[in-house]
């Protein structure tokens, strides 16, 4: 099955705590990116992927850390949490980044409480 | 850079009457506008979009309408049902940033009986 895993589901955790939210896709999809989902604000980039050992900046990068070494996985690196960074985070894919635009795929989404 | 404004923020209809949810963008370059429906609890999913070279496309229940020279596009969902109760985004993004997907921040669309 075509899918976006990531993980963990949820998580909560402390201030300055290092942690790492895992992202695998399975549809060798060049396009990977990760947004975090607030209240009234959306959907917001905080990077995003072209392809291997290419990664830029979205709209809301501070605090954040990615790496793309393999195809298939975009780790979000949070480095030293703080609580500003509660969200939802949603990892996505899409087959190809430039171009004309085409359907992101969406992962189930990681809950982080950081207190 | 791009700006997406969506509206309403919330939208009550009854069930099997129509829904419309509007968006504007900034970007006149922008070319690709899709529509995501997020049901509480769960992933974004597509479910329409839409290119600049069309100006409107249906999908059973639901439609796309684009004019782009007023820089707007909505969504029309007729006949709607329960399971039409969800989080509606628009997107838009523009050729050769495909990646910058710029999201508007949501209708909640409420369907009661």
């Known amino acids: 099955e075509a899918q976006v895993t990531q993980n963990p589901r949820y998580l909560i955790t402390v201030t300055g705590k290092k942690l790492t939210v895992t992202c695998s896709q399975n549809?060798?999809?060049?396009?990977m990116s990760w947004y975090r989902q607030d209240p009234g604000l959306g959907l917001r980039q905080i990077y995003y992927?072209?392809?291997?050992?290419?990664?830029d900046k979205g709209d809301v990068p501070e605090g954040y850390k990615v790496s793309r070494k393999e195809k298939r996985n975009f780790p979000l690196i949070l480095e030293s949490p703080s609580p500003n960074q509660t969200s939802l985070y949603f990892c996505a894919s899409s087959l190809r980044g430039d171009g004309v635009g085409q359907p992101q795929h969406f992962g189930d989404g990681t809950r982080l409480s950081i207190l | 850079g791009e700006n997406v404004e969506q509206h309403p923020s919330t939208l009550s209809v009854q069930e099997g009457d129509s829904a419309v949810i509007k968006c504007t963008y900034s970007d006149s370059a922008s070319n690709y506008f899709p529509w995501y429906k997020q049901e509480l609890g769960k992933r974004p999913q597509l479910i329409i979009d839409i290119r600049s070279n069309v100006g409107e496309k249906k999908d059973q229940r639901i439609a796309v309408t684009l004019n782009k020279t007023a820089k707007h596009f909505s969504l029309h969902i007729t006949e709607t049902q329960p399971e039409d109760s969800a989080v509606y985004f628009c997107?838009?993004?523009?050729?050769?940033?495909?990646?910058?997907?710029?999201f508007g921040t949501g209708t909640r669309l409420q369907v009661t009986l």
């Open positions: 992927s072209m392809n291997v050992e290419v990664t």
């Open positions: 549809m060798n999809h060049e396009y």
């Open positions: 997107a838009a993004s523009r050729s050769g940033t495909a990646s910058k997907l710029t």
